[in-house]
């Protein structure tokens, strides 16, 4: 072999490489439907989801588009029947729950779903083996059962009255997902289920590509092809969607600002139970003092953080449960006062010492908070927390770490943690305040224990009674004013940057996770582009 | 020739077997819990016995040598495991992402080595003047420029402002099929930023050893007898100063890998570099081992290579020296 030919063969290589590349063919698609309308949209997303296999966790919040659960959430975030075809029977002790199915739906393969599929797919994801991680929200199911092809009842161990919630988790096809290994088959990467859309082609980091589903029992979505691309960066994902790549994207508040002046698109900003909170730990001596609590809470100015922090988009936060949340506790707003904060310390003993900082018994008024490096909104909510502070003579110090650094000093150390989820209140305050949880993984991370508010939430779970379940969260919200066990600062709205030409969309209320449910595509199969 | 390629075979063994033993023992000493990966977050809300549960399923908490020499004995057998990250098994992830990883580095490899060597000929012919000054200063800055930097601005300038060239992806993202040209225009960015970051050592070392050869007894004899320029340069000078360049190709290896990490990284490229990425930092053992094998594989192969090269193109080196 001369140096001659060596050349050639790299230049031979390459061009089989692109050879390769170019098998499949080309298929002309601008993006138009035969009326001119836009039949097609792209989004930009920042999240990508682990799995599209229900049985792993996909979708368990419901809007999966590829699958449909038994129930599934409208605008309002009310329960509405999907592959059910009416809201559950609960029986009088509010343990066992019953639907009727929708009678001929199928998958998108034209096999005909039935209760079989449903308690297949219940059953997966209790069984030990699957390795499903959210399997611990379906605790209170102990079993389900098939009544004929058409019906399907849930027993449950204790009576749980958000369980229908839970109900808008999506069912998988017996008939394929049955026939593989749960935990690595292809299911998860090739799902067929009954939504309105079905999955093209999933390429892992770069994006997923959806088609409708023609025979989608709730009628042929107008939008035809839907595309969800995976771009981490902001900056990215704003360049993409100004260089006309994406019809809509989720953006920061600096960035969606920078598309105000576009007429040919729209900033849709969606309330979302996405609250920013301070942990204030039980175990530490300063923290867990309910007078540095107290300061605290009415002692940081919640209002100049939506203002700087979140540049109006966004909410001062009580509690978990947003200020403009029916299941809110009128006059539980606590007035940012200073003067007042530094009164509870003083009558508590804590007295000014040097340098600013209040002392008692030998304590330093002081205590490290964590948060998530990388994070600049969690990063600018931490440090604007320990300046409010410091003007009341109480020492915040400021730390970041990623999550395997901090869990293990949480129950000493305070945290700038998130979260928020919007279908029941028992979701969050549950795993936020139950004392028997604190230290459980994440959930009660301040290890917060009360005894009347663990009461109210039993309480809360058990009644199927509105109006009583309202009572038991007030209980815990006008508790949560006397002896907090956190700081809630904000409700972050979420932002969303979409073209015009899709018409008026609407937004869900959100939770904290940036699932492939939000932004105004969650209903995108009911969409009505214009001309 | 095959005498030295079996030697190195034989030689890789080794290596292969420690570096996959160094990734296990190195992922088993980072504070990264492969469970909490694996959950995402639905970890933040899971109760610890369904974590301890996920903990046993995944198979994670067996010690490290059993674990790696799981790994090892299934992948000597051809079965290279699971992915947890990806959730799908680990050849098939290596499968669908190394082509294009492939793809994208070949080009920019060899558009670095056709331009370096064009340039550093150029430069070479009359040092000190003015071109050799204006490229060998472009080489220097270059070098300098770190090429996610480089990724970033070729997009603000190509994609933004001038609207020729789609900022990034394999194709356009409303597009569902993979068709040559799509291909084509989404590569020319990424594979660029790659060549460019790539050309400063080509440009300076092919400026540098044309122009010692430019200096040889056997270039001056060329001249003495009366030969064109042009024959000197590229028979004589060029052919001598070429196998410096050949070693450097295959040195070039480990860099053009991480270089691609990054390149594919801001551009979306579908390759294997989000992957390797997301395999580190999630404690994900069985892809993170495959793709340091086939990297270190990639490396080893690179210096063969250099070697194979050097020696067909000047056999006095001869293969077993």
């Not at chain 2, 020499?69 to 190394?98: C, F, K, M, N, Y």
């Not at chain 2, 394999?170 to 068709?179: G, H, S």
Request: aromatic share 8%; charged share 25%; glycine share 10%.
């Amino acid at each position: 072999m001369r140096a001659r030919s060596i050349r050639t063969t790299g230049a031979v290589a390459a061009t089989a490489a692109l050879a390769v590349a170019a098998s499949a063919c080309s298929s002309p698609d601008d993006g138009k439907g035969a009326d001119g309308a836009k039949d097609s949209a792209v989004v930009g997303i920042a999240y990508e989801p682990e799995t599209l296999s229900p049985l792993l966790g996909y979708g368990k919040d419901g809007n999966s588009k590829i699958f449909d659960g038994l129930l599934t959430h409208d605008a309002d975030m009310k329960l509405r029947p999907a592959l059910a075809a009416k809201l559950p029977k609960v029986s009088d002790d509010g343990k066992t729950y019953t639907f009727a199915l929708r009678k001929g739906v199928k998958f998108s393969d034209g096999k005909p779903f039935s209760a079989k599929d449903v308690v297949f797919t219940y059953e997966t994801i209790l069984d030990k083996k699957t390795n499903n991680a959210s399997k611990t929200e379906l605790d209170a199911l102990k079993s389900v059962e098939a009544k004929g092809d058409d019906a399907v009842v849930f027993h449950l161990k204790y009576p749980y009255a958000p369980f229908a919630e839970r109900t808008v988790l999506p069912i998988a096809p017996e008939h394929i997902a049955g026939k593989q290994d749960v935990n690595k088959g292809d299911f998860s990467t090739e799902p067929v289920g009954t939504g309105p859309y079905e999955l093209v082609k999933w390429s892992k980091g770069e994006k997923i590509v959806f088609k409708a589903n023609p025979g989608y029992w709730g009628g042929a979505p107008k939008i035809k092809n839907f595309t969800m691309a995976i771009i981490k960066d902001d900056d990215v994902r704003a360049t993409r969607l100004r260089t006309g790549d994406l019809d809509g994207a989720i953006l920061p508040p600096n960035l969606a600002e920078t598309f105000a002046s576009d007429g040919a698109k729209k900033t849709y900003a969606a309330k979302t139970f996405d609250y920013r909170v301070v942990t204030l730990p039980t175990g530490n001596e300063v923290a867990g003092d309910t007078a540095v609590r107290r300061a605290l809470d009415i002692g940081v100015d919640r209002k100049a953080m939506v203002d700087s922090i979140l540049e109006g988009a966004g909410k001062e936060a009580y509690g978990p449960v947003p200020t403009d949340s029916p299941w809110f506790t009128k006059g539980t707003e606590r007035k940012f006062d200073a003067a007042k904060a530094k009164k509870i310390l003083d009558e508590a003993g804590w007295k000014p010492g040097k340098g600013g900082i209040r002392e008692k018994d030998g304590v330093q008024a002081s205590f490290p908070l964590w948060y998530l490096t990388g994070d600049k909104l969690r990063q600018d909510h931490a440090l604007a927390y320990a300046s409010d502070a410091k003007k009341l003579g109480i020492k915040v110090e400021v730390q970041s770490g990623t999550w395997e650094v901090i869990e293990p000093r949480m129950a000493k150390d305070a945290v700038l943690a998130g979260g928020g989820s919007p279908a029941d209140p028992d979701f969050d305050q549950y795993a936020l305040l139950k004392s028997s949880l604190a230290g459980d993984g994440f959930n009660n991370m301040a290890h917060y224990d009360n005894a009347t508010v663990d009461k109210a939430l039993e309480d809360a779970r058990k009644s199927g009674d509105r109006a009583e379940r309202a009572a038991a969260y007030d209980t815990i919200q006008r508790e949560l004013v006397k002896d907090p066990g956190y700081t809630f600062l904000t409700h972050i709205d979420h932002l969303y940057v979409v073209d015009k030409s899709f018409g008026d969309l609407s937004t869900q209320v959100e939770p904290h996770d940036h699932g492939l449910a939000s932004g105004p595509w969650w209903n995108v199969e009911d969409w009505q582009p214009k001309k | 020739m095959a005498r030295l390629a079996a030697r190195r075979a034989v030689f890789a063994v080794p290596v292969l077997f420690v570096v996959t033993f160094g990734v296990f023992a190195v992922a088993e000493a980072s504070p990264f819990d492969p469970v909490k990966a694996y959950a995402g977050t639905a970890g933040l809300t899971a109760s610890q016995e369904n974590l301890d549960q996920l903990r046993a399923n995944l198979g994670v908490d067996k010690p490290l040598v059993s674990r790696w020499w799981d790994w090892l004995t299934s992948a000597l057998s051809g079965d290279l495991g699971d992915s947890s990250t990806l959730r799908q098994p680990v050849a098939d992830a290596i499968g669908e992402r190394i082509g294009w990883s492939v793809l994208l580095a070949a080009t920019a490899f060899l558009l670095a080595i056709l331009l370096g060597s064009a340039l550093g000929v150029l430069a070479a012919r009359r040092p000190g003047g003015w071109l050799d000054r204006g490229i060998t200063s472009l080489a220097y800055t270059l070098e300098a420029a770190p090429p996610f930097w480089l990724g970033l601005l070729v997009m603000w300038l190509f994609a933004l402002k001038l609207d020729v060239l789609p900022a990034g992806g394999l194709t356009d993202t409303a597009r569902t099929t993979v068709t040559f040209d799509q291909v084509t225009s989404h590569l020319i960015l990424p594979a660029a930023v790659l060549a460019i970051s790539q050309l400063p050592w080509f440009v300076l070392y092919v400026r540098q050893s044309v122009g010692d050869a430019l200096g040889d007894d056997p270039v001056r004899g060329a001249r003495a007898r009366g030969l064109a320029e042009r024959t000197v340069l590229l028979k004589h000078a060029f052919r001598s100063g070429m196998l410096p360049v050949l070693t450097l190709v295959g040195s070039r290896v480990p860099e053009l890998i991480t270089g691609a990490l990054l390149v594919e990284t801001v551009f979306s490229w579908p390759g294997i570099a989000a992957a390797t990425v997301g395999a580190a930092t999630s404690v994900d053992f069985p892809l993170l081992a495959a793709l340091t094998a086939l990297a270190t594989a990639a490396v080893l192969l690179g210096n063969l290579l250099a070697d194979l090269l050097y020696g067909l193109a000047d056999p006095r080196v001869g293969f077993d020296g």
